[in-house]
């Protein structure tokens, strides 16, 4: 079942994109603390284009890659005349080339991915491929900032928990499951969008697999990066058993 497709037409409606906005706000954090001025940037599973949008007015020229042809529609929208590449391909494998030399990779001096799109990668190797992607596609010495759910954020708040939202045009329920073997949550969201008088109803399946910061940590270092923070998100706390999420600043050796 394809994720984020009829998602997209709603997912900044819900205010989804209000956590991306949140990080544009920590990486300013991170940039001062760690001396970082990047000139240019692509954001990993950029969904709609909100963290672009924010990274774009800090002089960043940005790019932003997403296996979903639905959210980058929305994206081009929001982001037009800003001057942003986007990619439609799918992690973990990609590579981007120069759109005026087809034989040139394209590297960047930020990469960014946010809101638990790195969750979605369902086994070790393929996070540590989509690390291996990455460290290929930054200049040397360029940084890799992305936030991830813990495995405790996945039983806590997702397993046999059920969400649910209303605005005017739409509805959603979330029913979430947790198997605490595979460290593998489910949601399965409902959605309801106004349409004239009728409503109409879809469905998506999301799956997100938790790591251990240990694990995170060792795919990054064995990936080509050095680890210069490893966070409680948001802050600059070491993370502890009962973080939900947890933030990256890697910086490609
Ligand atoms: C939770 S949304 C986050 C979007 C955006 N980063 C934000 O903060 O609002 C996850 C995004 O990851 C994308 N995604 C999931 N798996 C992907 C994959 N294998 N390759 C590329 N994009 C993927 C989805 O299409 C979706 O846009």
Same mark, same amino acid.
């Given at each position: 079942?394809?994720?984020?497709?009829?998602?997209?037409?709603?997912?900044?409606?819900?205010?989804?994109?209000?956590?991306?906005?949140?990080?544009?706000?920590?990486?300013?954090?991170?940039?001062?603390?760690?001396?970082?001025?990047?000139?240019?940037?692509?954001? !990993?599973?950029?969904?709609?284009?909100?963290?672009?949008?924010?990274?774009?007015?800090?002089?960043?020229?940005?790019?932003?890659?997403?296996?979903?042809?639905?959210?980058?529609?929305?994206?081009?929208?929001?982001?037009?005349?800003?001057?942003?590449?986007? +990619?439609?391909?799918?992690?973990?494998?990609?590579?981007?080339?120069?759109?005026?030399?087809?034989?040139?990779?394209?590297?960047?001096?930020?990469?960014?991915?946010?809101?638990?799109?790195?969750? +979605?990668?369902?086994?070790?190797?393929? !996070?540590?491929?989509?690390?291996?992607?990455?460290? *290929?596609?930054?200049?040397?010495?360029?940084?890799?900032?992305?936030?991830?759910?813990?495995?405790?954020?996945?039983?806590?708040?997702?397993?046999?928990?059920? +969400?649910?939202?209303?605005?005017?045009?739409?509805?959603?329920?979330?029913?979430?499951?947790?198997?605490?073997?595979?460290?593998?949550?489910?949601?399965?969201?409902?959605?309801?969008?106004?349409?004239?008088?009728?409503?109409?109803?879809?469905?998506?399946?999301?799956?997100?697999?938790?790591?251990?910061?240990?694990?995170?940590? *060792?795919?990054?270092?064995?990936?080509?990066?050095?680890?210069?923070?490893?966070?409680?998100?948001?802050?600059?706390?070491?993370?502890?058993?009962?973080? +939900?999420?947890?933030?990256?600043?890697?910086?490609?050796?």
């Amino acid at each position: 079942m394809p994720i984020y497709n009829k998602f997209a037409s709603v997912y900044d409606t819900m205010n989804a994109d209000r956590h991306s906005v949140q990080m544009v706000d920590y990486c300013k954090k991170i940039f001062k603390k760690f001396k970082i001025k990047p000139k240019t940037g692509l954001d !990993l599973c950029c969904g709609t284009g909100t963290a672009i949008s924010k990274l774009s007015e800090l002089g960043i020229r940005m790019s932003g890659l997403d296996q979903s042809a639905q959210m980058l529609a929305v994206a081009a929208k929001k982001l037009k005349g800003k001057n942003v590449t986007l +990619y439609q391909k799918e992690l973990p494998g990609f590579r981007l080339l120069d759109k005026n030399d087809s034989k040139k990779k394209v590297t960047f001096d930020l990469v960014t991915s946010f809101y638990d799109s790195l969750n +979605y990668m369902l086994t070790e190797s393929k !996070l540590k491929q989509a690390f291996i992607s990455t460290a *290929k596609h930054l200049n040397h010495g360029g940084y890799f900032i992305f936030d991830m759910n813990t495995p405790t954020a996945l039983k806590t708040i997702w397993d046999e928990q059920t +969400y649910a939202g209303k605005k005017d045009d739409m509805a959603w329920i979330w029913e979430n499951e947790y198997n605490p073997s595979k460290k593998q949550a489910i949601c399965k969201a409902t959605f309801f969008k106004k349409k004239g008088n009728l409503w109409e109803r879809f469905e998506e399946e999301h799956h997100e697999q938790g790591y251990a910061n240990t694990t995170i940590k *060792k795919l990054l270092r064995s990936s080509g990066f050095a680890l210069d923070g490893f966070y409680e998100c948001r802050t600059f706390d070491n993370p502890t058993r009962e973080s +939900y999420r947890v933030c990256a600043v890697a910086r490609k050796r």
